[in-house]
Structures are given as C-alpha cells and as structure tokens.
C-alpha cells in the first residue's frame, strides 16, 4: 500500500455500533473521520472518544450529504484518498486493507465491496433487490457491478475531484459509480466478508426507490 487513506464513516443514531467501528478502524492503523449526521444520540461523542475526527451536521442531511461533507475533508487534508464504511458494523475493518491493496494494484478509481461471495448471509430480499439494481447499474456504466449498493469503497482523490456529486441520500452511492463510468474511470468488485446482526436500516423503500428510478431516468436521457 503506497498512498495514505482515510476512512469516511457517515453516521445517522449509530452510538450502539460506532464505537466499536471506529475502534477497528484505528487498530488497523487508519484515520477515520465521522460525519455525524444530525444524530440526536451520543454517536458523536462516542466517536471521538474512540479516537475519529467528528465532523458534525446540525440536522440530517442524507447518507450522501454526510459523504461529500467526507470527501470535501479528505480533498482538503492532502490524502490519496477515501475508504467508505457504514456506521453499523456491518463491514470488516480487517478488510480495508485488502480493498486499497486491490484498487492501487488494479489501477482503479473505484473498489467495491462485494458481499455476494463467500456465501454471504445476506438476507433473501435484500439479495434479490441489490442483485436487480446491481443490473441496472452495470448495464447503464457498462461495467459488472455484481454489488453496486455495497457502501465499502476505495476511492482515490482523484476521481472525487473528477466527479461532482449533486444528490444527498442513497442515490448518492449509485451517482458516484455514474459518474466514474461517464468520465472511464475503472471500477472493480473485491470480495468482502459481511457481518450482519439485528441492525435497522434507515432506507427508506418507496422514497428512496423513487429516487433510484429518477437518477436512472435523468441518466439514460443524458445520454
């Protein structure tokens, strides 16, 4: 691994799990930055006593808000680039290294995570819905995207300087992997363990599914 990364960890009433993702973030010798995005718990105390820079938003913005408020700091502070986590524990910090490991190696903008391998117990729904969008994505980037909502990235700068994001929830995952495909940046998938509990998403299934569909429709008559 030869740049310097920092972990973007956008957080939404995460104070059951940020600690310990913080935690795993720093033993394996990364920064981590946290957004806190309008949480009305302790996320973001617990963050910073675990040691994360905590950047933090008066009132909840959106997932995608709270990444480019991560992203304006990683281009600020002089790193190579960003590795994002959900706040959730759901993602190995012991992976992080494998990810940028792959991404320098492979000469890519973009390492995704994908957690359809190694038989993920990745519930039945959220497999089939992820494995439907995942297609739609692919075909529109015209690269296989096998995980395209998977939110454990290797980014490098320059592609965040190259791809101005305008969304701010979900649809701001899907916009960026748009995005890099529009201006040919490579984007690979790197097989990811997944740990899944009992933890409750904040998607949003008709909202943010509208807004999947609009970001398709304003892409496909882009082109």
């Not at 903008?109 to 969008?133: D, K, Q």
């Not at 592609?159 to 305008?166: A, Q």
């Not at 890099?180 to 909202?207: D, F, L, M």
Request: glycine letters at 8%; aromatic letters at 6%.
């Amino acid at each position: 691994m030869s740049g310097r990364y920092c972990v973007v960890i956008p957080a939404y009433n995460a104070e059951q799990t940020i600690g310990d993702v913080v935690q795993g973030v720093k033993h394996h010798g990364f920064d981590a930055v946290v957004i806190d995005d309008g949480s009305r718990d302790r996320t973001a105390a617990i963050a910073s006593a675990k040691g994360a820079l905590v950047i933090s938003h008066l009132s909840n913005q959106g997932k995608g808000r709270a990444l480019r408020t991560g992203f304006e700091y990683i281009l600020r502070s002089g790193y190579d680039g960003a590795i994002t986590m959900d706040s959730d524990g759901q993602h190995d910090p012991a992976d992080i290294s494998h990810l940028i490991h792959e991404g320098e190696v492979q000469h890519a903008g973009i390492a995704i995570g994908n957690r359809l391998t190694n038989g993920s117990p990745m519930p039945r729904a959220r497999r089939w819905t992820n494995r439907f969008m995942s297609s739609i994505v692919s075909a529109i980037a015209r690269q296989s995207i096998p995980d395209s909502q998977c939110g454990f990235r290797f980014i490098r700068k320059e592609l965040l300087r190259d791809v101005p994001l305008k969304t701010a929830r979900y649809d701001s995952e899907t916009e960026i992997l748009f995005g890099a495909a529009a201006k040919r940046w490579k984007i690979i998938s790197v097989p990811i363990r997944t740990i899944y509990r009992n933890e409750r998403s904040h998607i949003q299934p008709v909202r943010d599914g509208l807004r999947f569909a609009r970001l398709i429709l304003r892409r496909l008559a882009g082109r």
